[in-house]
Every structure is written in structure tokens, then in C-alpha cells.
């Protein structure tokens, strides 16, 4: 079983940047996708950018793309968000994922293991 730990989160004016943190344990990270999700209160849990195991693929969700960069280094067993031009609508639970296997999918069902999440508020 794998732990997942996120941190990072916080208060940021629209126009700002926070990077997200997830730090993996308990079995082989670099061998598996790692993917970031948001939920917003009452909305479903959405997408939000996934990378590959070995790094060279990442996929992103259209409302973040050109503004998230999602990296991993796997010698520390550490996912990161770096999240710029924040708007009040990423406002969210930011939580980071294990995939089921080593290539991204954009599906929540094919992620087996999740963070407890942090929390992202973008003021206006």
C-alpha cells in the first residue's frame, strides 16, 4: 500500500503561483503514472494533469493548460505542481494520485491510491 502526502497549498491572489508537493511511500514509485485532480465545493472531482513513469509524457486538463507544469523526481519519490496565473475558479482540494499503471489516463478510476488533498484558494 502506498501513502501519498500533498502539501503546498494556501491563499494566493489571482495572478499568483504556489507549487504542490506529494511525496510517495510504501512501494515502487518511478514505476507508475502520478496524477493531480481538484475538487471545487460542489463540483466532482475533475482532472487536472498526469505524467508518465518515466517522465517524458505529460498530459494536461484544458482549464490548466499553458498555466500547470506537472514534474516527478523519483529519486525522491516526489510529484510537483507548479501552478501559475492562478484565476479564483482553481480555487479547489488539490489531491495527488498513484496510477494503476505506468501511462497517464485522464480517468479517476484508474488511479488506485490518493492523498489526503490540500487546499488551494485563489482570492480575487
Known amino acids: 500500500q502506498v501513502q501519498l502526502v500533498e502539501s503546498g497549498g494556501g491563499l494566493v491572489q489571482a495572478g499568483g503561483s504556489l507549487r504542490l508537493s506529494c511525496v510517495a511511500s510504501?512501494?515502487?514509485?518511478?514505476?507508475?503514472?502520478m496524477g493531480w485532480f481538484r475538487q471545487a465545493p460542489g463540483k466532482e472531482r475533475e482532472f487536472v494533469a498526469g505524467i508518465s513513469w518515466s517522465v517524458d509524457n505529460t498530459y494536461y486538463g484544458d482549464s490548466v493548460k499553458g498555466r500547470f507544469t506537472i514534474s516527478r523526481d523519483n529519486a525522491k519519490n516526489t510529484v510537483y505542481l507548479q501552478m501559475n496565473s492562478l484565476k479564483p475558479e482553481d480555487t479547489a482540494v488539490y489531491y495527488c494520485a498513484t496510477g494503476i499503471g505506468g501511462f497517464i489516463t485522464t480517468m479517476e478510476t484508474r488511479y488506485r491510491n490518493w492523498g489526503q488533498g490540500t487546499q488551494v484558494t485563489v482570492s480575487s
Open positions: 510504501g512501494r515502487t514509485f518511478s514505476s507508475y503514472a
